[in-house]
């Protein structure tokens, strides 16, 4: 049983790799990004009170449900069809909810304006990824913002979903994956979203405490593999990973500013890292690599070890149903 769920996982990011995401009409998340989006305008309830509570009661709903389903239906794929049944389920649902290639593709689509000498088409391209304004942003600052997304989702598309995996099973990752949805859709600060997303924010906040914390550590080892300046890395994370609204964004990307060299800035809210070289499209190359690095380190140093502990407890048996 642990061999099929360490395969799946396995299989799952390699698939991602290989494949990237199919079309938003055969994509889940895509089908439940649109479930959320008709039920939006339904919460809007007039008052601050009651919009926070129809809020909060729809995103614990929704999560729960899509975990229960998710979880229901591997017990059933073990059950009819055995561990290769789970595996192959397992590995399915864990592809759906990361993106590794997927913001492989969009950072070098950006990158490959630049390269033409297209800064328009960058800022365009940059604007599917990014919730800032991007039509007067100058190359320097559409590189910095491609940086910090690359490193941002990090967490936030690739090791989340991977550690609530090692921890829950698929329905773990699917159901991250349903917070992560819900804060990208409601999770905003303004008058029309700040009560109805209030606990989709927090929900995200709390599912990336730990996740963030530990990819920030592997991205510091990645910098030392790679060549990159990993005592900076360190140095920077200690300083500047406070200084991002989110308590959690801060870790991967000023591990990635430092590592980098650079400072990776959002004009009028945060400046991480210095400027000791320039942004260039390299240090994106390298950040796209540092990436894919931590991904394999997070998968080798923490999911199968916590995979394996958790088994030798008994607990996958428990989570399954099993004897």
């Not at 690359?150 to 990752?173: H, M, Q, R």
């Not at 998968?299 to 996958?316: E, T």
Request: charged share 15%; proline share 4%; hydrophobic share 50%.
């Amino acid at each position: 049983m642990l061999l099929a769920l360490i395969a799946a996982l396995a299989g799952g990011l390699g698939l991602d790799v290989v494949a990237g995401d199919p079309p938003n009409r055969y994509h889940p998340v895509a089908w439940l990004g649109r479930l959320i989006g008709y039920f939006v305008p339904r919460l809007k309830a007039g008052s601050r009170a009651r919009e926070r509570a129809g809020g909060s009661a729809f995103a614990i709903l929704i999560v729960a449900l899509v975990g229960a389903g998710v979880h229901f239906a591997a017990m059933a794929s073990l059950y009819l069809a055995g561990a290769v049944a789970l595996a192959i389920f397992s590995a399915i649902i864990l592809k759906v909810t990361v993106a590794v290639r997927g913001m492989d593709r969009h950072a070098r689509a950006i990158m490959a304006c630049l390269e033409n000498g297209d800064l328009p088409g960058a800022r365009q391209n940059l604007s599917m990824i990014v919730r800032r304004p991007t039509e007067d942003l100058d190359e320097q600052h559409v590189l910095s913002a491609t940086i910090e997304c690359v490193s941002e989702s990090t967490v936030d598309g690739i090791t989340g979903p991977v550690f609530y995996y090692s921890l829950l099973g698929p329905a773990g990752a699917f159901a991250y994956r349903a917070i992560n949805t819900l804060d990208s859709m409601v999770g905003y600060k303004d008058d029309y979203y700040r009560d109805i997303g209030w606990m989709s924010a927090r929900l995200d906040t709390l599912a990336n405490y730990v996740p963030a914390r530990i990819t920030a550590f592997l991205m510091v080892v990645s910098a030392r593999m790679l060549g990159a300046d990993w005592k900076n890395s360190l140095g920077i994370l200690q300083r500047d990973h406070g200084k991002t609204f989110s308590p959690n964004a801060g870790y991967p990307m000023a591990t990635m500013a430092g590592a980098l060299r650079i400072r990776l800035e959002k004009i009028g809210h945060y400046s991480l890292g210095d400027s000791q070289e320039q942004t260039t499209l390299q240090k994106c190359r390298m950040a796209i690599s540092m990436m894919k690095l931590t991904t394999l380190l997070f998968f080798l140093a923490f999911s199968v070890p916590a995979m394996s502990v958790l088994y030798l407890a008994g607990w996958w048996r428990l989570l399954l149903g099993l004897p």
